[in-house]
């Protein structure tokens, strides 16, 4: 992967222990909505006035965490966004072929005939898209998409057919054949075998043919580019492509 792809995501700084920052992904969300106001989660019924003229996009990994939007946005003290906590059918939320900066094996969404998945909608406006494209690396790592003929219903009863996210443009995590899927984010009928990000690091460890501590493993991505892209190279090579018909790739410039 060229350097300057690698360059093109933002990693928000966090005052974390490195190794605690990859290994907690994906980090804590709350078992309802809220408001994200002045990088703080307040608990809130999101309804029509809220989502007036607002992006509708998919959370699936570390964006339903207040933490996460916290470090994203700590340079827009005033941004206020509604994030909605849905249901949505025949997907699952499972690790991706992809490493990040701060060394987490990643989520990416994934079609899962006959899972409901739990995930949250970041209602975004216009303004801030741009660095929310920005730490998800559009155009580098991930695709930003429009998702068509969902069947998406909030906690509140409230449907949608239509949303936005971000797909890993390598492809889902390869465990023997099968994805797998997210632990810390809830569904239910899930299919694929679910993995914390300690137990999704040591299967990604093992399928390279590494070995040594896990901790050591996981800070030498973190530490050193190289390092870190050439696995994730190596992840990709036998990848499971995003299998939902009804993806559409936005282009620069779209919403």
Known sequence: MPRDRAAAMVTPHAVM???????SYPYEAPAHSYLFRGGEAVPAAIGPRDREGRIPVIACGSNRAPAQLRRKFAGSPDALIPVE???LADFDSVYAAHISGYGSIAATLQHCPGVRVELFITWLPEALMPRMHATEGRGAFYDYVRLDGLALESESGARYDRAYGYSF?????????RAAAVAAVPAQGRRWRALSEAEAQAAAMAKLGESGPLEAFVLAAVHDQAVRLAREARLCADAIEFAWPHKTVIARGDR
């Open 17 to 23: 222990d490195p190794l605690e920052r990859a290994l």
């Open 85 to 87: 906590r849905v249901f």
């Open 169 to 177: 443009r390598g492809g889902c995590l390869n465990l023997d054949g």
